[in-house]
């Protein structure tokens, strides 16, 4: 299994272009994330997807979309690329939880990021 | 939403010292606590984990508190070696699946 695969893994982008981040899982979970890194920042929740079809917002989701039209795929959109959206973005992967707490109680599994930088 | 506090933001001990990061969290209804390290250039590798049913969890040397009344973990380092040297990052999980990190500690572990 290859786990949580993101392309690119790096990418220059000049402000105005538009551009989307991949991200891909082969282990069949249903709960994807998508983060970005700064320093001193820690990882911050830009969007995030408990199933096939839905999204919902994180915590700095401006400035990004996202879909989840298969369950193996989570797409990071840029409409207009920004200087202060020069960032790692990481992609991650869960599983459902059971028991109490449904959506809880899984471990994330991380991609090894992108690097992305806005001229 | 939760908003997870972590401290310190840097670590410098001896080798074959402890290290010991807190942690504190908004959302009482939180249940799910990992830790994560990582090292430079690398993707967040999850190291220890503890679910709010429990108070506490070890694993070799180390070992994660939860303290759900007051909404505080901890991780411990016992022994520590050069390679853990890393930032860790604790994280706090909503119901709903949100899983939100804390700022991260920088660990410095000197020879």
């Known amino acids: 299994n290859a786990g949580v695969t993101q392309t690119p893994k790096f990418r220059v982008l000049k402000t105005g272009q538009s551009m989307t981040l991949l991200c891909a899982q082969d282990?069949?979970?249903?709960?994807m994330y998508w983060y970005r890194q700064d320093p001193g920042m820690g990882l911050r929740l830009i969007h995030y997807?408990?199933?096939?079809?839905?999204?919902a917002k994180g915590e700095v989701p401006d400035g990004y979309n996202v879909s989840r039209l298969k369950k193996q795929n989570f797409l990071l959109g840029l409409e207009s690329a920004a200087p202060s959206q020069t960032s790692v973005y990481f992609c991650?992967?869960?599983?459902?939880?059971f028991g109490a707490g449904r959506y809880s109680n899984q471990p994330q599994h991380f991609g090894d990021g992108t690097r992305l930088s806005i001229l | 939403g939760e908003n997870v506090e972590q401290h310190p933001s840097t670590l410098s001990v001896q080798e074959g010292d402890s290290a010991v990061i807190k942690c504190t969290y908004s959302?009482?209804?939180?249940?799910?606590f990992p830790w994560y390290k990582q090292e430079l250039g690398k993707r967040p590798q999850l190291i220890i984990d503890?679910?709010?049913?429990?108070g506490e969890k070890k694993d070799q040397r180390i070992a994660v508190t939860l303290n759900k009344t007051a909404k505080h973990f901890s991780l411990h380092i016992t022994e520590t070696q050069p390679e853990d040297s890393a930032v860790y990052f604790c994280?706090?999980?909503?119901?709903?699946?949100?899983?939100?990190f804390g700022q991260g500690t920088e660990l410095s572990v000197k020879p």
């Open positions: 991650a992967s869960a599983r459902t939880g």
């Open positions: 503890i679910r709010s049913n429990v």
């Open positions: 997807s408990v199933g096939e079809g839905t999204t």
């Open positions: 994280a706090a999980r909503e119901q709903g699946g949100k899983l939100i």
């Open positions: 282990m069949n979970h249903e709960y």
């Open positions: 959302d009482s209804a939180s249940n799910y």
